[in-house]
């Protein structure tokens, strides 16, 4: 469960912080704005949020590991 919740955190977050970096001034005149298509309300937003922090926290005290959000260390062990 706490991989689902942190790989839609992670699909849902990402649009919407592209979003709000491209408003920014020095990167909307070199690279262009871009618009979400994702327009969540704030509840959801705070929900979602908090929801990936407590599964982070679960995952980082039972030390599970997980293919997909792992992939970097996979060629260590």
Do not use: K
Not at 13 to 20: R, T
Not at 28 to 45: K, M, Q
């Amino acid at each position: 469960m706490a991989i689902g919740i942190l790989v839609l955190g992670l699909v849902l977050f990402v649009p919407q912080l592209l979003e709000l970096v491209s408003g920014l001034d020095v990167v909307a005149e070199n690279v262009g704005t871009f618009t979400s298509p994702i327009s969540l309300p704030a509840w959801l937003n705070g929900t979602l949020l908090v929801a990936g922090i407590l599964a982070s926290i679960e995952r980082a005290i039972t030390l599970r590991n997980h293919w997909l959000l792992d992939l970097d260390t996979w060629w260590l062990g």
